[in-house]
């Protein structure tokens, strides 16, 4: 297995109306993760503002000893991602803002901005709550890339600590992929054809991906595999909401080839319109 | 099934496809030469286009039963490019329009390399409803006066149109004879599909026409012995020489900006004229074949070229002569080559009597054309649509008929974007989305359907994403169109959504729309702009039935049962089921009742304030004959780990190895449930598709998807519902 589990989480707050509920969801994924969980404010230090975050992080976590409190001053984005490389953190935690009117999910510019940066993985949140809502379904990207293999371990790996009831595979199979144009009757029975083809193809490939984690983490998870047609990146997150999943796992950006930067990659797709929890993760072994 | 041998089915069929290009010279004949002069262009000129295009067409072309020859739709431009790059000299002026006509089929061609063809997705159906209104104008005023005898008459559309009382008035003193010929053919044309013979209906009206004004020359000649009473330059003039002197285009004004305009133009309009036409063909195509539309404005844009070096107009596929292809047994590409080949015999052996044709008689046809292009009826139609459809159409129709035609159906756009704007009150839905890919397809594993999702807005400007995707799935195939997540969609997505739905018809596939239901429209009109609203505002203000909630009606109507579209602010009877416990209920719409069993939307929401989700699924309540136990019934990996928390678990049978693998069962009385479910039952379950079902003890709720039901799935649903209610009334467990 290559994914190496989360041992550290880092939170940067400041104080908004939803920070209660953030605290308590960083608290309580610690405690499911086993993991060291470090708060960082970037803003001015007061005493009042010490006293409150003291308050309530007595009310969601009695026990504190793997919990440090760090306040620091500067640029949110360049301290926090400092502070992530410094600590030596395995995923950053995020909150996500939900704009009433539009009804949609959208980040914060600096959440944005960091989640390009971060140098390890990310976690947005969109519904933190006080009371525990379980993570029935993860989907997970199943991208024909070599970061894939550590995503879905990961997914996996969420999967068992947070006690999902079904993990899905989602291949993205772009319309390049098929190579045949739809025309006229022929040409799409050629399509069909292929396009089952290249599901049957996915489907090993998604097996090879499974087959290489340990049953000790797969035991007791059901998955299954769906192939989507469409722009790869965005369709998934449509997917994820059509299926109403609670957990959506994706690769992090994947290397930035000249042309690319005039694009909008699949991520930058994804965080203007985030359709579920989003755990994005940065693979160690490929940067 | 056996390969069938094309060589075999090709030869055996030629005789009709011959037939049939016979029928279809008939009328092209009549049309080749009037919309040639209509244009102002020589005669000839509008035969040779439709000799190019039969033969290029069936050999190159992509589509089976269609016609190529010259269009109405390009009579104005080509007419404005004729008199304008002629300054005057209008055979000069044809000769540069013949350039830009090869032009124009070079840059068709690149259309169809690069298969643009999805470029005539984005004019708004009701705006293109308009131009060709304003195009059939502009033929008619023109015209009208030509039929009267009267051929100079000069000024725009609008000078022309209010001129023909004046002409009505003078035309007897001037030509009566040619002047009442061409009035009588008109009323002939009107009359036509009066007169219900079949043999009659043989030969195409135009061609009556022909025939008819040929004949009462012939007796004045013959038989009278008189001259004959129709001025010569009110007669077809055709060149004697006819293969030895051909036009030489003339590309002296390559580098005109009026001049790449008409380029343009001629190329915008062939374009939607053609992929308009071959769209309507495929739908009449016995074989109901798809056409390769790319292919064919390939062929398209050769055929205009070769069409242009002869001294031809642009070619184009014309729905007309199309249908009459296909009304006359046309099966494959070879009637539009014979079509090709009897117009050819035709110049050569009959050009004595083409020459006799008056020009009143012709511009009958094209009156008669130009009328049908535009009939008031049209605007009618998309007033019914909706006021702001009829609003954007007199936007076009006027501007093109006082500018031009790009101009036209530029405002078309326009307006059609600011009324979208002005209906949804949201520039940001459009701005913020309008690049993104809002469409996912993919292919439902339990039931073999395909499933497709549209988010965010859905109109003309992405309407070809939606088009992409359902241009890929099979007609034969079952697909699901889900509108849910999407809060505006137009009127031009609702109509091509119609044409999907009478292809997947024809191929006898199912093409369903949900999550259309609470969007509000303005007008009874299955096509009418539907917008999604905020709840309060929906409730008691819904006025009209989507195609869901009329099949919903119908089904009512079939079983007997009662239906109700009305929202329900408080549905009654589900609080006590555990689904609920964590969600609010927020009305429930489409209730579809009898004595027993009640089905029925429902809108809920999970969570609560910043966190609030709304979700809708279909529902099925009905009474048990007997008590029952608590319990829920689920798929195995649906199983939810709120019921556990609940103090439920998993109950397993032994006996049933299979069922306890595939369900979870849970509640609180075990040993209740475990009597209850004994082997018929668990033997029903398993033999019957999975729904989510719950006991509260005496009425058992069953949910389909986590998504609204499409009526498929609702007869499924109660189809399950009464063999379980069949099953419960005849077992013999009895709560203690």
Request: aromatic share 12%; proline share 5%.
């Given at each position: 297995?290559?994914?190496?589990?989360?041992?550290?989480?880092?939170?940067?707050?400041?104080?908004?109306?939803?920070?209660?509920?953030?605290?308590?969801?960083?608290?309580?994924?610690?405690?499911?993760?086993?993991?060291?969980?470090?708060?960082?404010?970037?803003?001015?230090?007061?005493?009042?503002?010490?006293?409150?975050?003291?308050?309530?992080?007595?009310?969601?976590?009695?026990?504190?000893?793997?919990?440090?409190?760090?306040?620091?001053?500067?640029?949110?984005?360049?301290?926090?991602?400092?502070?992530?490389?410094?600590?030596?953190?395995?995923?950053?935690?995020?909150?996500?803002?939900?704009?009433?009117?539009?009804?949609?999910?959208?980040?914060?510019?600096?959440?944005?901005?960091?989640?390009?940066?971060?140098?390890?993985?990310?976690?947005?949140?969109?519904?933190?709550?006080v009371d525990w809502s379980p993570c029935k379904h993860i989907v997970v990207n199943g991208?024909?890339?070599?970061?894939?293999?550590?995503?879905?371990?990961?997914?996996?790996?969420?999967?068992?600590?947070?006690?999902?009831?079904?993990?899905?595979?989602?291949?993205?199979?772009?319309?390049?992929?098929?190579?045949?144009?739809?025309?006229?009757?022929?040409?799409?029975?050629?399509?069909?054809?292929?396009?089952?083809?290249?599901?049957?193809?996915?489907?090993?490939?998604?097996?090879?991906?499974?087959?290489?984690?340990?049953?000790?983490?797969?035991?007791?998870?059901?998955?299954?595999?769906?192939?989507?047609?469409?722009?790869?990146?965005?369709?998934?997150g449509h997917y994820a909401r059509v299926v109403r999943a609670d957990l959506l796992v994706m690769n992090a950006k994947e290397e930035q080839r000249f042309f690319h930067r005039f694009f909008p990659s699949d991520l930058d797709h994804m965080l203007t319109e985030i359709p579920t929890d989003l755990l994005i993760i940065r693979s160690k072994t490929y940067g | 099934m056996a390969k069938k041998n094309p060589i075999g089915t090709f030869t055996k069929e030629l005789p009709q496809n011959i037939f049939a290009g016979f029928v279809v010279s008939l009328i092209a004949l009549p049309l080749g030469l009037g919309l040639a002069i209509a244009s102002d262009a020589p005669p000839l000129s509008g035969i040779i286009a439709a000799v190019a295009g039969g033969i290029i067409m069936a050999i190159f072309g992509g589509s089976n039963v269609t016609i190529a020859g010259p269009g109405n739709g390009l009579v104005i431009v080509l007419l404005s490019a004729i008199t304008t790059l002629g300054e005057g000299n209008l055979y000069e002026g044809y000769l540069l329009t013949l350039a830009a006509i090869i032009l124009s089929g070079g840059l068709l061609f690149l259309f169809g390399?690069?298969?643009?063809?999805?470029?005539?997705?984005?004019?708004?159906?009701?705006?293109?409803?308009?131009?060709?209104?304003?195009?059939?104008?502009?033929?008619?005023?023109?015209?009208?006066?030509?039929?009267?005898?009267?051929?100079?008459?000069?000024?725009?559309?609008?000078?022309?149109?209010?001129?023909?009382?004046?002409?009505?008035?003078?035309?007897?003193?001037?030509?009566?004879?040619?002047?009442?010929?061409?009035?009588?053919?008109?009323?002939?044309?009107?009359?036509?599909?009066?007169?219900?013979?079949?043999?009659?209906?043989?030969?195409?009206?135009?061609?009556?026409?022909?025939?008819?004004?040929?004949?009462?020359?012939?007796?004045?000649?013959?038989?009278?012995?008189?001259?004959?009473?129709?001025?010569?330059?009110?007669?077809?003039?055709?060149?004697?020489?006819l293969f030895s002197n051909l036009p030489h285009p003339n590309f002296d004004k390559l580098l005109d900006v009026n001049f790449i305009g008409i380029v343009f133009s001629i190329t915008l309009i062939t374009v939607i004229e053609s992929l308009l036409s071959i769209k309507a063909v495929d739908k009449l195509d016995p074989k109901k074949r798809r056409s390769n539309v790319n292919k064919d404005l390939r062929a398209l844009g050769l055929a205009s070229v070769v069409s242009g070096f002869l001294g031809g107009l642009n070619v184009v596929t014309v729905i007309a002569r199309s249908s009459v292809n296909t009304n006359n047994g046309g099966t494959n590409r070879s009637a539009n080559f014979f079509h090709a080949v009897f117009l050819v015999l035709f110049v050569v052996f009959l050009g004595d009597q083409i020459q006799r044709i008056p020009l009143t008689a012709l511009a009958a046809i094209l009156v008669f054309t130009g009328y049908k292009l535009s009939s008031p009826?049209?605007?009618?139609?998309?007033?019914?649509?909706?006021?702001?459809?009829?609003?954007?159409?007199?936007?076009?129709?006027?501007?093109?008929?006082?500018?031009?035609?790009?101009?036209?159906?530029?405002?078309?756009?326009?307006?059609?974007?600011?009324?979208?704007?002005?209906?949804?009150?949201?520039?940001?839905?459009?701005?913020?989305?309008?690049?993104?890919?809002?469409?996912?397809?993919?292919?439902?594993?339990?039931?073999?359907?395909?499933?497709?999702?549209?988010?965010?807005?859905?109109?003309?400007?992405?309407?070809?994403?939606l088009k992409n995707k359902l241009d890929q799935i099979p007609e034969s195939e079952h697909v699901i169109v889900d509108f849910s997540l999407c809060d505006f969609v137009d009127h031009t997505v609702m109509e091509g959504l119609y044409d999907y739905n009478l292809s997947f018809k024809r191929k006898s596939g199912i093409f369903e729309i949900i999550g259309l239901d609470i969007h509000a429209s303005e007008s009874q009109h299955p096509f009418a702009v539907r917008k999604s609203l905020p709840i309060n505002a929906l409730i008691g203000l819904q006025k009209t039935l989507s195609n869901r909630q009329k099949n919903l009606e119908k089904l009512a109507e079939k079983l007997k049962w009662t239906y109700e579209p009305k929202i329900e602010s408080d549905p009654e009877g589900i609080e006590n089921f555990l689904f609920f416990e964590s969600k609010t209920v927020n009305y429930s719409v489409n209730s579809l009742w009898n004595h027993q069993f009640n089905l029925f939307d429902l809108s809920f929401s999970e969570g609560a304030f910043i966190t609030k989700e709304d979700l809708k699924a279909t529902f099925l309540l009905f009474k048990s004959p007997k008590n029952l136990p608590v319990f829920v019934l689920d798929k195995e990996d649906f199983k939810t780990t709120l019921y556990q928390w609940a103090g439920f678990d998993d109950i397993n049978f032994k006996k049933h190895p299979d069922f306890s693998k595939r369900f979870h069962l849970s509640g609180n009385d075990r040993k209740a449930i475990i009597k209850f479910f004994h082997s018929e039952l668990i033997y029903f379950f398993e033999s019957h598709p999975v729904f989510h079902i719950e006991s509260n003890g005496s009425h058992l709720l069953i949910k389909g998807k986590d998504r609204l039901s499409s009526l498929q799935e609702i007869k499924i649903m109660l189809a399950f519902a009464k063999d379980l209610l069949t099953l419960l009334e005849h077992s013999e467990y009895r709560v203690i």
């Open positions: 297995m290559i994914f190496q589990p989360f041992k550290t989480l880092l939170f940067g707050f400041a104080f908004s109306p939803s920070l209660r509920e953030n605290v308590y969801e960083a608290t309580r994924l610690a405690q499911y993760f086993n993991a060291a969980l470090i708060f960082v404010h970037v803003g001015q230090k007061t005493p009042i503002k010490q006293v409150e975050f003291q308050r309530l992080l007595d009310e969601c976590s009695p026990n504190q000893d793997q919990i440090q409190i760090y306040w620091k001053e500067g640029d949110p984005i360049t301290t926090l991602a400092r502070a992530s490389k410094e600590f030596d953190v395995d995923l950053l935690l995020l909150g996500a803002l939900k704009r009433e009117n539009v009804v949609k999910y959208y980040l914060g510019s600096i959440a944005r901005k960091l989640t390009r940066k971060a140098p390890c993985s990310v976690l947005l949140m969109l519904n933190p709550s991208f024909d890339s070599p970061q894939t293999q550590e995503t879905v371990e990961a997914a996996f790996y969420i999967g068992k600590y947070l006690a999902s009831d079904k993990i899905t595979l989602v291949g993205e199979v772009s319309e390049s992929r098929v190579t045949v144009s739809v025309n006229d009757d022929r040409s799409l029975r050629k399509v069909t054809l292929r396009k089952e083809k290249i599901d049957r193809e996915e489907k090993m490939r998604f097996i090879d991906i499974i087959k290489k984690i340990p049953d000790t983490i797969t035991e007791g998870l059901k998955y299954e595999t769906q192939s989507i047609f469409g722009r790869r990146g965005y369709s998934i | 390399v690069l298969r643009l063809g999805a470029i005539s997705e984005f004019f708004p159906a009701s705006a293109l409803q308009g131009m060709l209104a304003a195009i059939g104008i502009g033929i008619l005023a023109k015209q009208f006066h030509v039929m009267l005898g009267l051929t100079s008459i000069p000024g725009g559309t609008i000078e022309q149109l209010l001129r023909i009382p004046d002409s009505l008035l003078l035309f007897l003193g001037i030509h009566p004879f040619a002047g009442v010929l061409g009035v009588a053919s008109l009323l002939f044309l009107f009359l036509y599909s009066r007169i219900r013979n079949p043999y009659f209906h043989l030969i195409p009206a135009p061609m009556w026409v022909v025939i008819g004004s040929i004949g009462i020359g012939y007796y004045y000649t013959l038989i009278l012995n008189k001259s004959l009473p129709i001025a010569p330059e009110l007669l077809i003039n055709i060149p004697n020489h009826g049209a605007l009618l139609r998309i007033y019914k649509i909706g006021p702001e459809q009829a609003f954007i159409f007199l936007i076009t129709l006027l501007t093109t008929l006082f500018t031009s035609l790009i101009v036209g159906i530029a405002a078309g756009i326009l307006f059609t974007f600011i009324i979208h704007l002005i209906l949804r009150k949201s520039f940001f839905l459009f701005s913020l989305n309008i690049f993104k890919p809002n469409v996912l397809m993919y292919l439902e594993k339990q039931s073999g359907n395909y499933y497709v999702s549209v988010k965010n807005f859905s109109t003309f400007l992405n309407f070809f994403r």
